[in-house]
């Protein structure tokens, strides 16, 4: 049973830093980096986005232009984890971020991806 599991969110000033992780199990005969991870949010009242993606080839991807040059999305295969380094946070950045999975691509439409975690919130509020 392939389970993601998100941590890192919290109540962090404008401008501060999070990092969120996303640890990946149970993926019997396959790895981590068998699979495409995507990062999503979703704000109170809004559609759930995507944000950036990371193949299982490394390759990254970022489907919405507020968070260029702010975050930043990697995989570490022997944690089995990947990562959304979240710099210089606003407060257009508050929600709940989720990871999901899927096999080998990326796609930023939430219903091809397999596997999901249950989220964590990020507030960003002075």
């Known amino acids: 049973q392939v389970q993601l599991v998100e941590s890192g969110g919290g109540l962090v000033q404008p401008g501060w830093s999070l990092r969120l992780s996303c640890a990946f199990s149970g993926f019997s005969g396959f790895s981590l ?75 930023n439409s939430g219903s091809s991806y397999d596997y999901w975690g249950q989220g964590t919130q990020v507030t960003v509020s002075s």
Request: hydrophobic fraction near 30%.
């Open 33 to 107: 980096n068998d699979y495409a991870i995507v990062w999503f949010r979703q704000a109170p009242g809004k559609e759930r986005e995507g944000i950036k993606c990371i193949s299982n080839r490394n390759s990254a991807y970022t489907y919405v232009d507020s968070v260029k040059g702010r975050f930043t999305i990697s995989r570490d295969g022997a944690r089995n984890t990947v990562y959304l380094q979240m710099n210089n946070l606003k407060p257009e950045d508050t929600a709940v971020y989720y990871c999901a999975a899927r096999k080998y691509y990326c796609s």
